[in-house]
């Protein structure tokens, strides 16, 4: 017998998954050790359906999230039903859902009372360190995926409970430093942990069955609405071209080409004719241009829809192989972020032309990732990983906006103060650089200047 959905309770689960959500990404804040997550906010949390659909996302970086669905895909036909109350399942892998190695997923899966499944707690974190040949393992000009870091793929940190001593050995003695990555790990773990136990409550609140009936009338719902704006936009196909400089390698400009077809309530989104894949650490893989894809639509539909896998079901994304925007092993992908960047301005270059009241001029071209490390007088390593956000180009009703966070991503500035206490460095100089706005009628965002001292 069907489920009928009632709205009172259909708000009330929504906003209650939110607000798990929303406390996982406390939970990380808490007891991260890592500036970049705890203080930058890299990282980012969900619930997934069992499935591995999104139905939830914290208010965290968006941009990891569009590749959550593939990442699950691979957690689930390895495990199927192998998975047991306690299990944690972690991955970093680009060439099996992952972003780039940094990147670390933690996947937990969700029972009810009845041992059955019902879902699964997601945290993925930027780590400061992953190993390879450069501190940070976020050099943009590696060659090959070999030398960034380690490849972790789709294992069991914690099962049923009990930590895999054998992989958090492994880890602890590939990265530079193990007391943050492994804390930082320790953290993933709690905030998924409390994803399960909230999500728990929820279904000895309503019952499985109906708590499961109201997670997929999310994603219809998601959908609908989204495919409800779609069809409003006018039929046919929509190109915008963009580049980025060079590899490092070679002086031609790599293509971003991207086209976008509205038919009816859904959109086809082509990147036919961007770049070959480079040499060069700056190829994004499939499931971060996916992501990209996803994220540029959501921006410009109404904020009322609900961030959840629904909103992906209108949108199909065809990144052709071998490509910077879909590459094959062993292509190098640490800094696949400045294509990622570069993807979401093409897509709004493209959404431009569909919907100018909703797209803002094009901003700084993606956080400048500054990654410095070395050795302290006691011997001691150190590794800096800074993230410095930029400025947004002029929005269609306002200014744009200084020092923030590109807007594919909710990150923050380091301050200034936690990295001097933290690492052997002085910052010299954090500033706003006057007159270098675009001008009009909405001016752009200032850029921004950042001088770093090494005390070591």
Known sequence: ?????????????????????????????????????????????????????????????????????????????QY????????????????????HLPDIFMFMPIFDAEANLQGFSVVICHHTDVGGRVAGSNASDSTEIFQEGLRIPALKLFEAGIPNDT???????????????????????????TGARELGKMFDRYGS?????????????????????????????????????????????????????????????????????????LNSTKSYTNSCTYLSVRC??????????????????????????????????????LTGYRVVDAMFGALAQIVPDRVPAAGEGGNT???????????????????????????????GIEAITNPSQNLSNTPVETMESQHPVRVEEYALVADSCGAGKWRGGLGVARSYRLLA
């Open 1 to 77: 017998m069907a489920i009928e959905i009632d709205p009172i309770t259909f708000a009330v689960v929504k906003n209650g998954l939110d607000a798990i959500v929303d406390e996982m990404a406390y939970d990380v804040i808490r007891t991260a050790r890592s500036e970049i997550v705890k203080d930058v906010m890299d990282y980012s949390a969900a619930i997934c359906d069992t499935q591995g659909n999104m139905i939830a996302q914290a208010k965290t970086v968006a941009l990891h999230l569009g590749a959550v669905p593939e990442a699950m895909g691979v957690v689930l036909e």
């Open 209 to 281: 069955e109906m708590a499961s009936a109201y997670f997929a009338e999310l994603l219809d719902y998601a959908e609908r609405m989204t495919r409800a704006e779609i069809a409003a936009w006018p039929n046919g196909t929509y190109s915008f071209t963009d580049y980025i400089d060079d590899d490092g390698f070679n002086d031609t400009p790599l293509l971003i080409a991207v086209a976008i077809t509205v038919h009816g309530d859904s959109v086809t989104v082509d990147y036919e004719g961007s770049a070959p894949q480079v040499p060069a650490a």
């Open 369 to 399: 990732v500054v990654c410095l490390g070395g050795y302290r007088e006691d011997g001691a390593p150190f590794i800096i990983v800074d993230m410095i956000c930029g400025a947004w180009g002029g929005r269609p009703d306002k200014d």
């Open 167 to 193: 992989l958090f050995k492994l880890i602890e003695i590939n990265v530079r430093l193990p007391d943050r990555v492994i804390g930082d790990l320790k953290a993933q773990f709690a905030a998924c942990r």
């Open 300 to 337: 410009c539909l109404k904020g009322d829809i609900p961030n959840n896998a629904g909103v992906f079901r209108a949108i199909t994304v065809k990144p052709p192989e071998a490509s910077i925007v879909n590459p094959k092993i062993p292509a190098a992908c640490a800094a696949r972020a």
């Open 80 to 99: 199927g039903d192998g998975l047991v109350p306690g299990d944690a399942v972690i991955l970093n892998d680009p060439y099996q859902g992952g972003m």
